[in-house]
């Protein structure tokens, strides 16, 4: 994730110690790390694959059936036990649809009461107001929905009439809890250019943070590849972002706003920030350099459980298995270096080809996202095809 919010604008967020540091005593209640290398994952746990909707993008492609073979009760717990034990900094429960399993609500209380750090993503439409008391009684740091546009758009990409408006109640009953929620939306050609309108639901409702999400090609979502932004359109797009944050904090909107799967944004917004703003370059560029960008993401700074308890580097790279917990903890796969492709991924800046691997914004961007690479060229440490900087711009000699 990039913090523009943070690496922009200079604002603090709560949850910039998980992805820039910070020094002991902090208070947040988080592990430490001297460097991100260090870091423990954030975990992913994808519950469940069930899901109510059918969306075009899904990473997991998922449908609105009973999957066999997920973890039951007793097993999740163990596995949370040792999520607790090995002091993860947070843990987010994902799906399918997380809220259309039945013990979405024993696994929370569990991991709360192991002392987890809980967020949740979700798509919204099954939240009423009991559940969002229920998410609120839980406590949840943050519960994440996704959209993928406004009005028939959303339910065009959602696989169901009626899903947006289901999705923006759910909102309503949460703020109404006072629960902290945020908008999640991946950016494709069908919706960026409605992102003024995005932007105003999100100052209309009250939405407290927004992650944009690059495409990713994976689950049914590699299905899509066509309808990525092209380089110059993800330029302008992260262009309209950067004015909105600017904009949000000239009149005081406390909004956190990041993009997700794509850390070139981290060197766009730092030469973006050397025309604009010097010295506020250079304390976001030692901020990018501590969080390392995708060297640091898959496989070291995240991790993925699915359903079925086995582990991946991250949610989209399923088509890769570390282990499972149900023949080893969690703890025992993500600490084994014997995996090559774990191995590979946390030492990766040597193994990069092409663009990626002579480019001078390695140690900001880390290479990008790998599965995407993979996905795309059948390489894993192929360039990433969604870096939009030119040649002049990744050249060693500026």
């Known amino acids: 994730m990039i913090n523009v919010t943070k690496l922009y604008n200079g604002q603090d967020s709560l949850s910039d110690a998980l992805r820039y540091g910070r020094a002991r005593g902090a208070g947040d209640g988080l592990p430490v790390a001297r460097s991100a290398s260090e870091r423990k994952p954030i975990v992913v746990w994808t519950i469940s694959r069930r899901c109510n909707l059918h969306c075009v993008h899904c990473y997991s492609d998922s449908e609105n059936r009973v999957y066999p073979g997920e973890l039951t009760l007793e097993e999740a717990k163990r596995m949370i036990e040792d999520l607790a034990q090995f002091q993860i900094p947070a843990l987010l429960l994902s799906g399918g649809e997380p809220l259309a399993h039945p013990h979405v609500f024993d696994f929370a209380d569990y991991a709360k009461q192991r002392g987890l750090r809980l967020t949740l993503s979700t798509n919204g439409t099954l939240i009423d107001r009991p559940t969002a008391e229920r998410i609120k009684q839980v406590g949840f740091s943050y519960v994440g929905i996704s959209f993928d546009g406004l009005g028939k758009v959303n339910d065009q990409f959602r696989g169901k009439l009626g899903a947006f408006d289901a999705a923006l109640n759910g909102v309503r009953h949460l703020k109404a809890v006072h629960q902290k929620v945020g908008l999640r939306l991946t950016l494709t050609r069908r919706n960026f250019e409605a992102l003024p309108e995005i932007c105003e639901l999100v100052e209309r409702e009250g939405i407290d943070r927004v992650c944009f999400y690059h ?85 070291v700074g995240i991790a993925n459980i699915d359903a079925c308890g086995n582990v991946h580097p991250d949610q989209f790279w399923q088509t890769h298995t570390l282990g499972s917990i149900r023949e080893r903890p969690f703890s025992a796969i993500w600490t084994d270096s014997r995996d090559p492709v774990l191995a590979g991924l946390r030492n990766r800046l040597p193994l990069l080809k092409g663009r990626c691997g002579t480019c001078r914004w390695k140690p900001l961007c880390g290479g990008s996202f790998r599965v995407r690479a993979l996905q795309a060229t059948g390489d894993v440490w192929a360039p990433d095809p969604a870096c939009y900087l030119t040649n002049e711009e990744i050249a060693r000699t500026p």
């Open 215 to 299: 495409l990713v090609y994976s689950g049914r979502g590699s299905r899509l590849a066509n309808d990525d932004l092209t380089h110059a359109e993800t330029r302008a797009v992260l262009d309209r972002i950067c004015a909105w944050a600017r904009a949000l904090a000239s009149r005081g909107r406390p909004v956190e706003i990041l993009t997700v799967d794509n850390h070139v944004d981290g060197a766009y917004l730092y030469l973006k920030l050397l025309q604009e703003d010097p010295a506020r370059a250079e304390a976001a560029r030692q901020l990018l350099e501590w969080n390392g960008g995708g060297a640091y993401s898959s496989g």
